[in-house]
């Protein structure tokens, strides 16, 4: 594909556009943020051990029931604590504003490559049927 088209061209300009963002700006320091907290990331290094553990447990031919009900009671309660850390909700937050001005974008998009005016086409909120950028949810694009 040409790199240089009108299209991407367009594209482009509403990447900077999307970094210029308020929520967007947020979202990136608080994801710096997160980057920087140590117990955090403590937090999550031990979720991401106790899920290997847990997986190569469970791949073995006899897995050992009692250390896989350990690593999930382990894995669940650190998964409580990384979603307590001021960080991780602040974060979550932050995220939910960038996910929710993206899937605005996509969806206005949808409706203009399914013929709609480009200066008049309006998502609307929570539409069921509208595309959420998930597959797995989707009923089909229009």
């Known amino acids: 594909m040409d790199q240089n088209t009108e299209v991407i061209r367009a594209a482009r300009a509403l990447g900077k556009a999307i970094q210029a963002d308020e929520r967007y700006k947020e979202y990136y320091a608080q994801r710096l943020k997160n980057d920087e907290d140590k117990a955090l990331n403590g937090l999550l290094g031990k979720l991401s ?4 553990s847990y997986q190569n447990e469970s791949e073995k031919e ?3 029931q009692a250390r896989l009900d350990q690593w999930d009671e382990d894995f669940r309660r ?7 850390n001021d960080n ?5 937050e932050k995220k939910q504003a960038v996910d929710d001005m993206m899937n605005y974008i996509v969806n206005l998009l949808t409706l ?5 005016d480009p200066e ?3 998502p609307k909120p929570n539409d ?3 595309c ?3 597959c797995s949810t989707c009923g089909g694009c229009g």
Not at 49 to 52: A, E
Not at 88 to 92: I, S
Request: aromatic content about 6%; proline content about 3%.
């Open 128 to 130: 069921e049927g509208a």
């Open 120 to 122: 008049t086409a309006e």
């Open 78 to 84: 650190t998964y409580g604590e990384v979603m307590l």
């Open 88 to 92: 991780m909700r602040a974060y979550g």
């Open 62 to 64: 006899e897995p050992d």
């Open 112 to 116: 203009c490559v399914n013929g709609e």
């Open 132 to 134: 959420t950028g998930s």
């Open 49 to 52: 051990i106790l899920q290997m």
